[in-house]
């Protein structure tokens, strides 16, 4: 078995998404069981490329210039599962992105294991997302996609605190605040196959949340950090924007974030 950081190198140097996501789910598997064995498989250290590879297709433009669609459509709702499947593929990467890119920082295993996990949700995610696309006769890369979506991994590449507040803390929380109007539009036009798929997107999104504020928390409480000051500066520092409600507190309760985390984000500091 070769070392998680190179594992982790491997998944985000493959291009075509249904390859990097049956390399990811493999990866997984084998990590997981060799830790439910108990065992500790070497770590290593892995340098992540600065973006991930991608496929030719979807074109990325600047979310300006993606085509917006009425989702009380059937096109609108293929934009919409497209949107989703091109976040899911971006959190493979994201997932992988956190286990190279600091492996070097000395971590208890389970930092890994949770990672590798979530890697595992998302690559199931991306192929619930395009099984959706087929069954509405379009696939991944039939639409132009956001271009942005490597930014936030960008900003936070040098300081694993910051790339906890901001990825799974603010922005896949974010998924934990939309996901439930999305199943609502899907379920009213009788799309039972994608209403499924979302509501198994929905439920596993938690634990990536609560993964991010756990190993936050510990960080914080390894240097002697008060966590809610040190999350408002990070995110101020490294989002930009403001956070926007209505928040899922319900879920966000459930994931380890309290409202004096987020509610503070969504006024200018
Ligand atoms: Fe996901
Ligand atoms: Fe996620």
């Known amino acids: 078995m070769i070392p998680l950081a190179q594992m982790a190198v491997e998944v985000l140097g493959t291009a075509d998404p249904r390859a990097k996501t049956d390399l990811s789910r493999t990866h997984a598997a084998a ?17 992540p490329p600065d973006r991930p590879a991608r496929p030719d297709r979807p074109e990325l433009l600047h ?34 992105d956190v286990i190279a890119r600091f492996s070097h920082v000395p971590l208890p295993p389970g930092f890994f294991d949770d990672w590798v996990r979530a890697a595992d949700d998302e690559s199931k995610h991306w192929g619930l997302m395009s099984d959706c696309l087929q069954a509405a006769g379009s696939h991944y890369g039939a639409l132009p ?18 790339r906890l507040a901001v990825v799974p803390m603010v922005l896949e929380a974010r998924g934990l605040d939309v996901t439930p109007g999305m199943i609502e539009i899907f379920r009213r036009a009788g799309e039972d196959g ?30 002697n950090l008060d966590p809610r000051p040190t999350f408002h500066d990070l995110v101020r520092t ?8 209505p928040f899922n507190e319900e879920k966000r309760a459930d994931a380890g974030l309290p409202p004096d985390f987020y509610w503070p984000l969504t006024e200018e500091a």
């Open 31 to 47: 990590w997981l069981d060799a830790r439910a064995d108990g065992t500790l498989p070497e770590i290593g250290t892995g340098t």
């Open 194 to 223: 994608a209403v499924a798929a979302l509501e198994t997107i929905y439920a596993e999104e938690v634990a990536h949340v609560a993964y991010g504020s756990k190993w936050f928390n510990f960080l914080c409480g390894r240097d």
């Open 145 to 162: 996609a956001h271009a942005g979506m490597w930014r936030a991994a960008e900003e936070t590449a040098g300081d694993l605190m910051a």
């Open 63 to 96: 979310p300006r210039d993606v085509p917006r669609r009425k989702p009380g459509t059937p096109e609108g709702r293929i934009a919409l599962l497209h949107a989703v499947a091109h976040i899911e593929l971006n959190a493979v990467d994201l997932h992988w």
């Open 238 to 245: 490294h989002f930009h924007g403001l956070l926007k409600p």
